[in-house]
Every structure is written in C-alpha cells, then in structure tokens.
C-alpha cells in the first residue's frame, strides 16, 4: 500500500507546523523514521542550503533522529545515483517551499523522483510545503506567467493554492476558469492536509495544523478547520 500524502500550505519549519510535522512523523515510523528534505525549490535564489538547513534542525527539534538535507538542486543531481540511493532509505520525504515550475521540471522524469515514487508506493510519507505540495499535483500555477503546468501528479485532479488566507485565494477566479472541472485545494500557511482520515485509505482526509483548507469544485466553495475529516477522492 502506498504512503501517506500530506500538503501543507506554508511558512514550513517556523514553529507553526508541529503538529501536522508531528504526525507525519508517527505514520512515518516514528522518532527514528529517516527523514530526507529536498531543497531544491529553493535553489534558484541559491537558499538551497540555508532551507534545507533549516529544515534538518525543524525534525530535530521535533525529535526525529536521522535527518539529512539531499541536495537535489539541479538535473545533474536529480540524477545522482548516490542521491537516489541516500533517498531509498527515508520513511519521510519533504519538498521544500520556493519556485514550483523549477522544482517541477528538475525531478519530472529524473532517477531521484523514481526513487521517490518507489519509496512512496513501498510505504513511505511524502510531504510538501507550498511549491512542495503544488508539484504533487496533477497541474500546478505558475504565477510568474499566469500559465498551468502538469505536474508530478500524486493527485489526480487536483491543484493546490497555498498560502491561501495571505495571496493564493487570489489565484481562484483565474485557476476556476483555466481548470474547469479541476478540484482546487486552497490551503492555509501553517496548516497541512493529510491522507490519514478514519475512512476508507483511499481519499480520507483530515485538516492539521492553525488555519482552514478550502476546497473549491464546480462552483461550490466548502472550508475544513482542523481537526476536521472529510472523504474526497477529488475525482472529475
């Protein structure tokens, strides 16, 4: 049975995500799960190190015991044989915030993502922080260009809005229009959405974290605070 998936809308590793980070952790296999971090959103303005620091001393604070920052930052790393294999081993992988369309076309196709696909499907929780959880989608919004983008597709469906309750709600009217029929999940910084709902596996969600996740679907408009539950598959 594949992992678990959690989207999270932003503002990652400041102090406000423990309990969504938390939890991924326990489903991951607990304090001692590997946790690999991707920085590679970030490595367009050359924060790369910096986030994927961050990140580490976040899930050591939180108390996981082996964390590493994989320096996925370019194609000829996406395609390291050492980085994939170091990727192989992790309970928990997390995607960094940054650039969306260079993270998404960086791992598309590439050895490491492979990799993390298999980790995924072998039982592995994959995580993403808003340009993380954007590219886990079936399409994903490119702000820059005003364009949508295909993207690594975990979920079919679907595009996320994060840092919804600051700018991505803005992103709605226009992505309702270029998406017809495409689910949009519009999530809050500080806040995750996670497969882990007492229903069925498949489509079981529950809300975490401090703010709302707003699911917007032909025309209707319906917002989950945390703690909530919902089953949604997000099929078409």
């Given amino acids: 049975m594949p992992g678990y998936l959690l989207l999270e809308g932003g503002a990652e ?12 952790l326990e489903l991951a296999g607990g304090l001692a799960a590997p946790v690999r971090i991707l920085p590679t959103a970030a490595a367009p303005d050359h924060n790369h190190q910096r986030a994927g620091n961050n990140g580490v001393n976040w899930f050591r604070r939180l108390g996981a015991s082996d964390v590493e920052s994989v320096p996925v930052i370019d194609t000829a790393s996406a395609n390291d044989p050492a980085l994939a294999t170091e990727l192989s081993h992790a309970g928990l992988i997390y995607l960094l915030g940054g650039f969306p369309r260079y993270l998404g076309e960086t791992l598309k196709g590439s050895l490491c993502w492979q990799i993390v696909l298999e980790a995924y499907a072998a039982g592995a929780l994959l995580a993403g922080s808003s340009a993380g959880a954007m590219v886990l989608c079936q399409y994903y919004y490119n702000p820059e260009r005003e364009q949508v983008i295909e993207g690594l597709n975990l979920l079919p469906n679907t595009c996320v809005l994060p840092h919804h309750e600051t700018f991505g709600h803005r992103w709605a009217a226009r992505l309702t229009a270029l998406l017809p029929g495409v689910v949009l999940l519009g999530i809050d910084e500080a806040t995750g959405l996670l497969d882990d709902g007492p229903g069925p596996r498949k489509g079981s969600w529950r809300v975490y974290g401090q703010g709302k996740v707003t699911v917007y679907r032909q025309g209707q408009t319906v917002v989950y605070s945390p703690g909530q539950q919902f089953d949604d598959t997000f099929e078409a």
Avoid: V
């Avoid at 590793?13 to 991924?24: N, V």
């Fill in 13 to 24: 590793f400041g102090g406000q995500m423990k309990e969504p980070d938390r939890r991924a």
